[in-house]
């Protein structure tokens, strides 16, 4: 039998908050939402208010994992200002899951965001592949350049941080469940030789994410710190498009090795692929390269090359922005369609032009993570 609703709001009331009342009469609980197991839910107060109720949302995670039949739970805390008002105090260092959203920025002479970085016990690089926009195939790219980094013999991860329109359930064919282990960290599922999670796995394929930026950010955190990943070489993470709270989360959690930036030729995708450069700049990330996606359509029957979407953009731009160019992927029926089936082409057709494009790209990748992968 699933948790409900019912059993989550009577574990909550028995919550004490600075309001002298119980969790679930103090007016700050978002709807939350109860089945299969896990929990979401978030709670809301003004950023004067946050360090007074960190420890409450601690309380609060761990009344609903004590609920039998609860696997996982996320439980954020949204700390706004008011408009007008001065910012807060940045949350303490060590306070888990509390998000400022007033500010990514700490007052001056406060710590850097950095500071919060902690490697991943076990995990050697981490690496995010992103793209300014969506639309451009990020997330097959992402899962083949997994593909390729494990053909090249390294013990390779994906975390699925597209928290709103998560794609490696649909890319992978898996249809599981992630289990728990004695620690009650959830061990990633296994397919195609890689260690993958997802937050698709623990929602239905068709419900609505409609998630604040501290809950995304939240579930970022969990996903990589309440997972069992094991010894990986490296761990590739799918990033949603854009340039928001998941990317910032990110890079404030965990140090990252690099970033893979994820373009098509065209003028609109590289001026939002420009963004998403900038932005791993200002906070740090090496950009280990630009991918050019769907680069070209070369006709199967006659073999003419045309290139729809232009061609060459990505490169001229990585020239130009003195970043390494990764390589060219053609805009092909059977990428599109492997992926469909669940079976993506570095893995379905490995002796193909495809998957060596794939190979080549994760190769130029690894080179510039072999300090990080050797050093482990």
Same mark, same amino acid.
């Given at each position: ?49 946050? &360090?007074?109720? +960190?420890?409450?949302?601690? /309380? !609060?995670?761990? *009344? =609903?994992?004590?609920?039998? $039949? ?45 500071? &919060?970085?902690? +490697?991943?016990?076990?995990? /050697? !690089?981490?690496? *995010? =592949?992103?793209?300014?926009? $969506? ?242």
């Amino acid at each position: 039998m699933g948790v409900t609703q019912q059993q989550v709001q009577d574990a909550l009331a028995k919550v004490a908050t600075p309001r002298g009342v119980g969790l679930t009469n103090a007016g700050v609980l978002s709807p939350i939402s109860a089945g299969d197991g896990k929990v979401f839910f978030s709670i809301n107060v003004e950023a004067s208010e946050a &360090r007074a109720w +960190e420890g409450v949302r601690a /309380a !609060a995670e761990s *009344a =609903v994992r004590a609920i039998p $039949g609860v696997e996982v739970a996320m439980v954020a805390l949204t700390a706004e200002r008011k408009a007008g008002a001065a910012a807060p105090p940045a949350p303490h260092r060590h306070a888990p899951g509390v998000q400022n959203v007033a500010s990514h920025r700490p007052p001056q002479g406060g710590p850097s965001p950095m500071s &919060r970085q902690a +490697e991943i016990p076990g995990v /050697a !690089a981490i690496i *995010a =592949v992103a793209s300014g926009k $969506g639309g451009v195939g990020k997330s097959t790219t992402a899962l083949n350049l997994a593909l390729g980094l494990r053909d090249l013999g390294l013990r390779v991860g994906l975390l699925d941080a597209d928290i709103y329109g998560p794609s490696v359930p649909r890319l992978t064919g898996i249809r599981e469940k992630p289990q728990l282990n004695v620690d009650r960290k959830m061990i990633p599922l296994q397919r195609f030789g890689l260690s993958i999670m997802s937050i698709g796995f623990l929602v239905e394929e068709e419900t609505a994410m409609i998630w604040r930026g501290p809950m995304v950010m939240s579930a970022v955190t969990q996903m990589l710190r309440d997972v069992a990943w094991g010894t990986l070489d490296v761990l590739v993470v799918d990033m949603p498009p854009g340039t928001g709270d998941a990317q910032l989360t990110l890079a404030q959690t965990v140090p990252l090795k690099g970033a893979v930036i994820i373009s098509t030729p065209q003028d609109l995708s590289l001026i939002d692929a420009r963004r998403g450069l900038a932005m791993f700049t200002k906070v740090n990330v090496p950009v280990l390269g630009i991918i050019e996606n769907m680069s070209y359509f070369r006709c199967p029957h006659c073999g003419t090359q045309s290139d729809i979407f232009g061609h060459g953009g990505a490169r001229h731009e990585a020239e130009r922005l003195g970043v390494p160019f990764l390589g060219e992927i053609p805009l092909h029926m059977s990428i599109r369609t492997t992926s469909d089936a669940g079976t993506p082409v570095v893995e379905s057709e490995p002796k193909g032009l495809h998957a060596a494009i794939y190979r080549e790209i994760g190769a130029k990748v690894r080179d510039q993570l072999k300090d990080a992968i050797a050093a482990a």
